[in-house]
């Protein structure tokens, strides 16, 4: 039972959520609001995933955010400038890998620890957008061969839900069945040992932090192509979120751990939580002060489970 | 016949300290070695240098008679030597299977080419077969390594040096911070480790412990080795004498 508690509780807390707002919040409960809702967290739930894939080799990534938005800022530029689409998202995805290699070699050769690291490429990132777009929006009637990435639909399932589900499960199984996987594992278990069992270790991190930056280029190609637009610091909303997403992840599944489904539940529910207190008429700020109060619950929890700080930091 | 690992003039500087000031060792085939010394005589040091971790300063180290250099600890696996550190060899949270299998997993093609995916089962089959092989019954390969006892967590560790097919291994203070019945089973895993002809390289800060199992012993002092002698008619308490004042009077 404690075992079930420990594994499930925060999510079973999150089920109880959904069950309060279809009760209590007006039109929560409509097909077309619970699927915006499923929509919206995909965004969310690939920024996330990078996240975890970080964070498994136990780095923080915080450039998430303003790596998307620059990311986003030059898909739009491109387009925008006519530019055939597949060239767009190719630079949307190489800026967001770039950006993530450059993280990696901060890390591992120049040994900037990632807070600092991942934070000054945050601030890199979101000067390049603002350079890039000189403060302006690229808004558009863009090529639907573009704006399809996120619009349409295969045999009736919206292409964001396909996208997180194709995300989800690449990350799934590298993390859960491939050598490089279990390498990352092991170097964020326990970094020395890893180490001196022969593995690479830096290397695995850098693979952490390349994929978290891929996976805000992929959530950067997404969001420009739904909204049409690209602005810098669109994607700033999603920092949060994502770190939110994240610890409220780790709190269940595999406890204490960066884990994918975890993080894929709790993103969820995230977005449940903050579609429920609009419908319910809460003010905007009032997400940031739920969102503050789960990321320190979140590592209390986790912390309280393992018996010492999840994170390392 | 060759040794099979010879260190010459080993010197290793961290900064202005000098942590071995030239320390020559042989280590030969099939023989438990016992490594003695105070804190600060550079036993550690010694170790990390042949097991990859750090590298000299200077002098020379020849694996069956070649010279070598180990970059890193995957160099010094490949080469057949394997090192288990008292605290840093494990994972806690990770499974016993994850943890014997740390580095060179067991894969099957699948897919595409590049990627490596895990053969979990195969390693947990194997991995109990290197427990039963060492005598330890532990049955559920995907327990977590924290759960386990002292002892069981040092089989762990030598089923990855079997894994590893090391040639030899080291062992930092096996027995530290282990009750007297764990330190028992240690000390037959040890024994077994010998029997199937395998190189031991222990050490210890326990007297007894060496006693028991070293063919002979070497004690360092102040980064030089002061004594290299078989540890024949030794007991615990000369021993540690020796240890203390580094003059062999028997």
Known sequence: MRAVFETWGTALAGLAVVLFFVVAAPNFASPTNLLNIVKETSFLAILALGFTLALITAELDLSIADVASLAAVVTGFLIHGGHPPALAVAAGLGVGLLCGLVNGVSVTRLRVPALIATLGMAAMARGLGFMLTEGVSFVGRWPTGFTGLARASVWGIPALVLWMAGAAAIALVLVKATRTGARMTATGEAEEAARLSGIATARMKRIGLALSGLAAGLTAVLLTASLSSAAPNMAGDYFLYAIAAVLLGMTMVEPGRANIPGTLIAALTLKVLGNGLVLMGAAYYVQDIVLGFIIIASVAVSASVMRKAPLRL | ?250
């Open chain 2, 1 to 250: 016949m060759t040794p099979i690992l010879s260190l010459a003039g080993i010197t290793k500087r961290y900064g202005g300290v000098e942590a071995l000031k030239g320390v020559d060792l042989d280590v030969h085939q099939g023989e438990i070695l016992a490594v003695c010394g105070d804190n600060g005589a550079g036993k550690s040091t010694l170790i990390r240098i042949v097991s990859g971790a750090h590298e000299a300063s200077g002098g020379e180290m020849r694996l069956h008679g070649a010279p070598v250099v180990f970059r890193s600890p995957h160099d010094a696996l490949t080469r057949g030597i394997a090192t288990i550190y008292q605290d840093l060899a494990l994972a806690p949270r990770l499974s016993i299977a994850e943890n014997v299998f740390m580095g060179a997993e067991l894969v099957r093609p699948l897919l595409l080419p590049f990627v490596k995916m895990l053969d979990r089962k195969g390693m947990r089959t194997a991995a109990r077969g290197y427990l039963e092989r060492l005598q330890v019954p532990v049955t559920d390969m995907r327990r977590p390594v924290e759960r386990l006892s002292g002892g069981q967590r040092q089989a762990v560790a030598i089923a990855r040096a079997l894994h590893w097919n090391a040639r030899l291994v080291i062992m930092d203070e096996p027995t530290a911070a282990l009750g007297v019945k764990e330190t028992g089973l240690v000390l037959d895993l040890i024994r077994r480790l010998k029997a199937e002809g395998r190189t031991v390289v222990l050490i210890s800060h326990n007297m007894a412990d060496v006693v028991a199992l070293a063919d002979r012993v070497a004690i360092l002092k102040g980064g030089r080795k002061v004594i290299d002698r078989p540890l024949k008619g030794l007991d615990a308490d000369t021993l540690a004498h020796m240890v203390m004042t580094g003059v062999d009077r028997t």
